[in-house]
């Protein structure tokens, strides 16, 4: 298990035991974090999954891919430490995560 | 009604139809912060599920069952929300507001969610009883769709819409053949423009899968009560192990109607996903819906508008603000490409087309003078993103830049 830590925009924190193989953002759709929509369920198709990554794991999370970029690019408040947490996958090296979430995902 | 209806945190809550639109208000409610029991009433055995993998990764054998519940077991004792799988409601009783079950249990509401989503059309010919003759709306149709393909095995897919030609795709992938036949002469007619009609025709031919178009199926043919190919008018046979019928879906609306709901091919809602008795709500495929962008009423089936109903009533029910409105999209996979769509093309006089259609990378612009009604983008998340922006916020565009693929999206859109 991986420990997460999902942040909401005003702050609520979630800390949550994460299954090695699940995506960041399945981790906090199946435990209801508010906040991560996820409509279409990870197919990198919606980027209503944003989420910034904390600086310290950026080399951990891997790369973003040319559909990722792209996806993002277009997204709202986007940051340089964003990403779409559909697109990484959980692994116990990335236990301790720290993600913040968007103000909103539309 | 004469009583006013308000908004309860405390409401008791009965959820009809445990698919994507009911799992997802449960959730929902819990999230803001509903504090009132929830009850949840669904057909099928299985907790709430994503239905898109279905015809794509999942049955490529990309994706497990559990991936595919919206939450886990453990999700719905701890959010206390109580279950009622294999459970079926037969009729409303708006007055006492109760639903009763087959099982003979009654349950009362405050107030009532029905998501009873969409049944796959069946087509009334001869040999549609037969075995090995498939819809694909369910797991448990997805479970003997897969059992029937693999190396050397020969789908037959009635039908050209989305469903159908993504399960050929991933027939072809487990190495299976595949045959659409369609009764139209292109396939997506109903869904999609000529363009990406014929891009789709040419990419998927090109992938081993054959079709026939302008084809009129007059009965299956079975041996020892199985399916073995496919009659066509005319006479032509299409040989086949299996038959994968999708001609479309009926909304589920016979307990609405008969509870004397308004409907009209879909349960007539609001805005706030409300029905015409203020206590009744319904979302997702079953519900027909305002399109305040498009000035109608339309019944959609996507994810995507399942969400953003299940949204609207719950915010409705614990009384808190409706979500932003949202452009109607949907997207789908097929081999290597990203179909993004975004909005619809009504009353569209003029079509542009942006990219390189024979690069796979492209999209299809609907304009209504100079306005983006919807965008079709193949393997094209700008063209996607941006027209999705540019439906929403009705700005106009001007066509000479939209057609250039030198200037960037972010510039057409500026
Ligand atoms: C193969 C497939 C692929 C798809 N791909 C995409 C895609 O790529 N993108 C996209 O946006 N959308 C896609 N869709 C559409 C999407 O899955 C639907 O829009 C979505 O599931 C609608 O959710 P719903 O809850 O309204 O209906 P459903 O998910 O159908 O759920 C309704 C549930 O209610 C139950 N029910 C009905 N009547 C009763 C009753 N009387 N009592 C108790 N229970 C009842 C049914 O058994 C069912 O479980 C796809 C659908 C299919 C079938
Ligand atoms: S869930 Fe849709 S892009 Fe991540």
Redesign the pocket.
């Given at each position: 298990m991986a420990k997460i830590t999902y942040i909401e925009f005003d702050g609520t924190e979630h800390v949550l035991d994460v299954k090695p193989g699940l995506t960041v953002m399945e981790g906090a759709v199946k435990n209801n974090v508010p906040g991560i929509d996820a409509d279409c369920g990870g197919a990198c198709a919606c980027a209503t999954c944003h989420v910034y990554v904390d600086d310290a794991w950026a080399d951990r999370t891997g790369e973003k891919s040319a559909m990722e970029e792209s996806m993002l690019d277009f997204a709202e408040n986007v940051e340089p430490t964003s990403r779409l947490s559909c697109q990484i996958k959980v692994s116990d090296a990335l236990d301790g995560l720290v993600v913040r979430l968007p103000e909103n995902q539309h | 009604m004469s009583e006013a209806v308000v908004s309860d945190p405390k409401a008791k809550v009965v959820i009809?139809?445990?698919?994507?639109?009911?799992g997802s208000a449960a959730a929902f409610l819990r999230q803001y912060g509903h504090e009132g029991p929830i009850v949840m009433?669904?057909?099928?055995p299985l907790l709430p599920y994503q239905?898109?993998p279905?015809?794509?990764a999942w049955l490529k054998g990309e994706a497990d069952a559990d991936s595919l519940a919206l939450k886990p077991q453990e999700w719905y004792a701890e959010a206390n929300v109580a279950l009622r799988l294999e459970?079926?409601?037969?009729s409303l009783n708006r007055g006492d507001r109760t639903v009763s079950l087959a099982s003979g249990e009654v349950i009362s509401y405050d107030f009532l969610i029905l998501?009873?989503?969409?049944r796959a059309r069946e087509l009334p010919i001869p040999g549609a009883d037969l075995s090995g003759v498939l819809a694909?709306?369910?797991a448990a149709d997805a479970e003997a769709l897969k059992a029937a393909l693999g190396p050397g095995k020969r789908l037959a897919v009635v039908g050209g819409g989305?469903?159908g030609l993504?399960a050929a795709a991933s027939a072809r992938a487990l190495g299976a053949e595949a045959t659409v036949i369609e009764r139209e002469s292109r396939v997506l007619a109903r869904v999609a423009c000529e363009t990406l009609s014929t891009f789709f025709q040419d990419y998927h031919g090109a992938r081993g899968v054959k079709f026939e178009l302008n084809a009129n199926v007059e009965a299956f043919e079975g041996a020892d009560g199985h399916v073995t190919g496919v009659r066509l008018k005319g006479g032509e046979v299409v040989a086949c192990d299996a038959a994968l019928v999708g001609v479309g879906a009926h909304a589920?609306v016979e307990?609405a109607q008969d509870a004397g709901l308004e409907c009209a091919g879909g349960i007539v809602v609001d805005l706030e996903a409300r029905t015409s008795d203020p206590r009744v709500f319904a979302?997702?495929?079953?519900a027909h819906r305002p399109l305040p962008l498009y000035e109608r009423q339309f019944r959609l089936?996507?994810?995507?508008?399942?969400l953003e109903q299940a949204k609207q009533a719950a915010a409705a029910i614990v009384g808190r603000a409706g979500p932003a409105p949202e452009v109607p999209w949907?997207?789908?996979d097929q081999y290597d490409l990203k179909l993004q769509i975004a909005g619809l093309p009504f009353d569209a006089d003029s079509t542009i087309v942006r990219g390189d259609v024979a690069a796979a990378k492209f999209a299809v612009f609907h304009l209504k003078g100079d306005l983006v009604q919807a965008v079709e983008a193949v393997n094209a998340p700008p063209e996607f993103m941006a027209g999705k922006q540019l439906i929403a916020k009705r700005t106009p565009v001007s066509k000479t830049k939209l057609s250039d693929p030198a200037i960037s999206m972010k510039e057409v859109a500026a």
């Open positions: - | 009809v139809g445990a698919g994507h639109a009911g009433i669904g057909e099928e239905r898109p279905l015809s794509k459970g079926v409601a037969t998501a009873t989503g969409a694909l709306r369910t989305y469903v993504e589920n307990l979302i997702g495929d079953v089936e996507s994810v995507p508008n399942a949907f997207w789908s």
